[in-house]
């Protein structure tokens, strides 16, 4: 069936990187672009960024800029997503989500990954 | 950026009742571009509506979206125990970007 599948909860220090997977299977992998958002604890929902796998184009959140970076494998149907010098507020749930490409013809998250905890602690 | 202000912030309600949650944008929005989302404790949101209007695959007709312009509305006709949860609404704003809503919490009363 189609899914999302992400990799397992992470602990990392102030400072470190982490790099979260998100594998795709049950459609054609470069026919939807991957959303990633994010939830920190009791919080709502935040747009971190999108990655076409079709092209490999990006577009990131402002507020990101300069410290994540979303790649694809397109020969694993998998999507990552890596976020350097974290801080305490990085600790969240992170989800992974498709959308069709082009996204303008149904611009909505129709497929989610079932999350990743990040938690950063010293 | 487009900000999206939901109300009420919780809603309680018993079952059966009407719920009427309430998306509100700071410019207009196209409908097209105008989603909504149901998420319980524990696990990731779901697609209930997209395109203001249109039921996502597998959702029940007791949930409708509605609303042009700045105002968009999601319903819930007859609340059923399952359909107690955070609601979020969320905008495509062009060029690849997308914003969320802050949420209304639907309790039971």
């Known amino acids: 069936q189609v899914q999302l599948v992400q990799s397992g909860a992470e602990v990392k220090k102030p400072g470190a990187s982490v790099k979260v997977s998100c594998k795709a299977s049950?459609?054609?992998?470069?026919?939807?672009?991957i959303s990633w958002v994010r939830q920190a604890p009791g919080q709502g929902l935040e747009w971190m960024g999108w990655?076409?796998?079709?092209?490999?184009?990006?577009k990131y959140a402002e507020n990101l800029q300069g410290r994540v970076t979303m790649t694809t494998a397109t020969s694993t149907s998998t999507v990552y997503m890596e976020l350097r010098s974290l801080r305490y507020d990085d600790t969240a749930v992170y989800f992974c989500a498709r959308a069709v490409i082009p996204v303008a013809t149904k611009p909505a998250f129709d497929i989610w990954g079932q999350g990743t905890m990040v938690t950063v602690s010293s | 950026e487009i900000v999206l202000t939901q109300s009420p912030g919780t809603l309680s309600l018993s079952p059966g009742e009407r719920a009427t949650l309430s998306c509100r944008a700071s410019q207009s929005v196209t409908s097209s571009y105008l989603a909504w989302y149901q998420q319980k404790p524990g696990q990731a949101p779901r697609l209930l509506i997209y395109g203001a209007s249109a039921r996502a695959t597998g959702i029940p007709d007791r949930f409708s979206g509605s609303g042009s312009g700045t105002d968009f509305t999601l319903t819930i006709s007859r609340l059923e125990s399952e359909d107690f949860a955070v609601y979020y609404c969320q905008q495509y704003g062009g060029s690849l970007t997308w914003t969320f809503g802050q949420g209304t919490k639907v309790e039971i009363k």
């Open positions: 049950g459609y054609g992998f470069t026919s939807y672009g």
């Open positions: 990655i076409s796998p079709y092209n490999g184009n990006t």
